[in-house]
């Protein structure tokens, strides 16, 4: 079955930088389109990024624009999201998702496959 393990989060101070792995297996990877999702405390899931099947086609939300960036090593499996600059608002969980064509609904969390998170908190 497909499975998407986000790893690399924790606790960092604003201002500093972390880098979030997503390690795919089950799905033949070069195929899909990965986004990176976020849900922080009291707030709905939110659409940070994405990227397509060669990176040359890359999203941002306009919260994390110019400040983090996406990218992904097909060979291994695995998609990447380097955030720099941290600020509070940053702090949440982060998803790793799948999604073999994507489209509108992407950005609203309409992905095929996702990951169980791993949590990213900023402290002042």
């Known amino acids: 079955q497909v499975q998407l393990e986000e790893s690399g989060g924790g606790l960092v101070q604003a201002g500093d930088s972390l880098r979030l792995s997503c390690a795919a297996s089950?799905?033949?990877?070069?195929?899909?389109?990965m986004g990176w999702f976020r849900q922080a405390p009291g707030k709905e899931r939110e659409f940070v990024g994405a990227?397509?099947?060669?990176?040359?086609?890359?999203r941002y939300a306009d919260s994390v624009k110019g400040r983090f960036t996406i990218s992904r090593d097909n060979p291994k499996s695995t998609v990447f999201l380097q955030m720099d600059s941290l600020k509070l608002e940053d702090t949440a969980v982060y998803y790793c998702?799948?999604?073999?064509?994507?489209?509108?609904?992407?950005?609203?969390?309409?992905?095929?496959?996702w990951g169980k998170g791993t949590l990213v908190t900023v402290s002042s």
């Open positions: 998702a799948a999604k073999r064509l994507f489209d509108s609904t992407a950005y609203e969390g309409g992905m095929d496959y």
């Open positions: 089950g799905l033949y990877f070069s195929t899909y389109y």
């Open positions: 990227i397509g099947w060669s990176g040359i086609w890359r």
